[in-house]
């Protein structure tokens, strides 16, 4: 394994503290610690391709780096916000290249906000992951369960990294002091930067940074809290109580959003918000809250949802916000139903473990004389010419298949009626058969 070369003395703060060796990562002892699942995959000698989940700031980059350094490949990465095809493209020539020199070499690929490329973008990753050409990390604060295509999810291990702890800031406050990067800090300012940081190693670094700069303009050989909150103002007192982890406050507005509080709903948003949190990301959650939660006991939630996500993207903050709290409200207070959401996994869950049925003749597309010569599509009785617009006692399942009953409407809101039809079209098809 090659020395990591030190980083410049003029570097960022970030930079110049980033680890050089799996011994000098803070944190993330529960997959790097001896004998833990990560730790044993950099010393098998055999890189392997993994999707590293976690928040900002907790050393997703740092770890795809150290296992480039570990296995002596070349380090590629992308980041998917500025990215495409074409730097995937570039990648790729260049892992070939590497691989095919005078002195061959593996190359780690690593893109950041893996979540952000779409399905043909992940899909372009995937004979190259398979022919062994490079090892693929990717990085995502997103669940890759929901971001990550299938294909791509199965063939990379998923290691789930966590907000840095109160105790492994503080250790990165030592490792500047140590450097010499800031000056000596009153304990009380410490507490009160370590609760900003929120477990984000790379907020702390740069708010260190950037009071070290203002320090050194002034002339100050320690860094009070009273200066501290004179510099920094309004983004330090937002986080006087500290403490609330980013995961915790949106399963708390979730779970207020599901039990139609719309004042806890609505604290819950403001407090993301004046907390950090990404609008766009809160509005992603309300189109998720609008399907799981509600559904079809009151489709226009979903089409509000969308509605102001697209008011946001218009306005921007801090006027496209109103949109937000628009629907948050409106998301609270309607009619809750979980029978899509339960159907769907229902679904899924029975498509997993059966076999491919074959589709019924009569059910089959008959483009051809050949296909209408074997009978496709031989008995299809056209719904619309039926009386009602429906042809009771007709069968859409594969043969042999029982009615599974996935979709099982509550007797709230717009699925009242909707249990009550589909009650009524049960009765005629069993007044048929």
Same mark, same amino acid.
């Given at each position: 394994?090659?020395?990591?070369?030190? @980083?410049?003395?003029?570097?960022?703060?970030?930079?110049?503290?980033?680890?050089?060796?799996?011994?000098?990562?803070?944190? #993330?002892?529960? +997959?790097?610690? /001896?004998?833990?699942?990560?730790?044993?995959?950099?010393?098998?000698?055999?890189?392997?391709?993994?999707?590293?989940?976690?928040?900002?700031?907790? &050393?997703?980059?740092?770890?795809?780096?150290? +296992?480039?350094?570990?296995?002596?490949? #070349?380090?590629?990465?992308?980041?998917?916000?500025?990215?495409?095809?074409?730097?995937?493209?570039?990648?790729?020539?260049?892992?070939?290249?590497?691989?095919?020199?005078?002195?061959?070499? !593996?190359?780690? =690929?690593?893109?950041?906000?893996?979540?952000?490329?779409?399905?043909?973008? #992940?899909?372009?990753?995937? @004979?190259?992951?398979?022919?062994?050409?490079?090892?693929?990390?990717?990085?995502?604060?997103?669940?890759?369960?929901?971001?990550?295509?299938?294909? =791509?999810? $199965?063939?990379?291990?998923?290691?789930?990294? #966590?907000?840095?702890?109160?105790?492994?800031?503080?250790?990165?406050?030592?490792?500047?002091?140590?450097?010499?990067?800031?000056?000596?800090?009153?304990?009380?300012?410490?507490?009160?930067?370590?609760?900003?940081?929120? &477990?984000?190693?790379?907020?702390?670094?740069?708010?260190?940074?950037?009071? $070290?700069?203002?320090?050194?303009?002034?002339?100050?050989?320690?860094?009070?809290?009273?200066?501290?909150?004179?510099?920094?103002?309004?983004?330090?007192?937002?986080?006087?109580?500290?403490?609330?982890?980013?995961?915790?406050?949106?399963?708390?507005?979730?779970?207020?959003?599901?039990?139609?509080?719309?004042?806890?709903?609505?604290?819950?948003?403001?407090? +993301?918000?004046?907390?950090?949190?990404?609008? !766009?990301?809160?509005?992603?959650?309300?189109?998720?809250?609008?399907?799981?939660?509600?559904?079809?006991?009151?489709?226009?939630?979903?089409?509000?949802?969308?509605?102001?996500?697209?008011?946001?993207?218009?306005?921007?903050?801090? /006027?496209?916000?109103?949109?937000?709290?628009?629907?948050?409200?409106?998301?609270?207070?309607?009619? %809750?139903?979980?029978?899509?959401?339960?159907?769907?996994?229902?679904?899924?869950?029975?498509?997993?473990?059966?076999?491919?049925?074959?589709? @019924?003749?009569?059910?089959?597309?008959?483009?051809?004389?050949?296909?209408?010569?074997?009978?496709? &599509?031989?008995?299809?009785?056209?719904?619309?010419?039926?009386?009602?617009?429906?042809?009771? &006692?007709?069968?859409?399942?594969?043969?042999? +298949?029982?009615? @599974?009953?996935?979709? !099982?409407?509550? /007797?709230?809101? =717009?699925?009242?009626?909707?249990?009550? %039809?589909?009650?009524? =079209?049960?009765? !005629?098809?069993?007044?048929?058969?």
């Amino acid at each position: 394994m090659k020395p990591v070369p030190a @980083p410049s003395p003029h570097a960022p703060l970030a930079e110049r503290l980033r680890p050089r060796t799996l011994a000098e990562v803070i944190g #993330q002892q529960h +997959m790097l610690g /001896e004998g833990m699942a990560l730790r044993l995959a950099f010393e098998s000698g055999q890189p392997h391709s993994c999707i590293l989940w976690g928040p900002p700031g907790v &050393g997703k980059t740092t770890i795809a780096r150290l +296992m480039a350094d570990a296995f002596d490949a #070349q380090f590629l990465t992308i980041s998917a916000v500025l990215g495409g095809v074409k730097d995937i493209r570039e990648a790729v020539e260049r892992a070939d290249a590497a691989r095919t020199g005078l002195s061959p070499q !593996r190359t780690i =690929l690593f893109v950041d906000e893996v979540h952000r490329f779409n399905k043909s973008q #992940q899909d372009a990753f995937l @004979p190259h992951v398979e022919s062994g050409l490079f090892t693929f990390i990717g990085a995502t604060t997103e669940n890759p369960s929901f971001e990550v295509n299938s294909a =791509l999810l $199965s063939r990379a291990a998923v290691y789930v990294l #966590q907000p840095l702890s109160e105790d492994d800031l503080k250790r990165i406050v030592t490792k500047a002091q140590a450097i010499d990067a800031v000056p000596a800090i009153e304990s009380a300012a410490i507490d009160r930067l370590i609760a900003y940081a929120d &477990g984000d190693a790379r907020r702390l670094l740069n708010t260190l940074e950037t009071l $070290s700069v203002a320090a050194g303009s002034e002339k100050l050989t320690e860094i009070t809290d009273v200066w501290l909150l004179k510099v920094l103002g309004e983004r330090m007192r937002r986080y006087d109580k500290g403490g609330e982890q980013f995961y915790d406050t949106i399963s708390a507005l979730h779970k207020s959003v599901r039990g139609s509080d719309p004042d806890a709903a609505l604290y819950w948003f403001v407090r +993301m918000l004046d907390g950090g949190a990404d609008p !766009r990301y809160m509005a992603r959650r309300f189109i998720r809250m609008a399907s799981e939660d509600i559904g079809l006991a009151d489709p226009r939630a979903l089409r509000l949802a969308l509605d102001a996500a697209d008011v946001y993207e218009r306005l921007g903050s801090p /006027e496209g916000e109103l949109a937000l709290a628009e629907c948050v409200i409106y998301l609270a207070v309607a009619p %809750k139903s979980n029978a899509v959401y339960k159907a769907f996994n229902e679904a899924k869950a029975f498509v997993k473990k059966d076999g491919t049925r074959p589709v @019924p003749m009569h059910l089959r597309n008959a483009p051809t004389k050949l296909m209408k010569a074997l009978d496709y &599509g031989k008995g299809y009785r056209y719904a619309h010419d039926e009386e009602d617009g429906f042809a009771a &006692g007709e069968r859409y399942l594969p043969d042999g +298949m029982a009615q @599974p009953g996935f979709y !099982r409407p509550v /007797e709230r809101g =717009l699925e009242l009626r909707i249990a009550d %039809k589909l009650r009524e =079209l049960k009765k !005629r098809n069993d007044q048929k058969n």
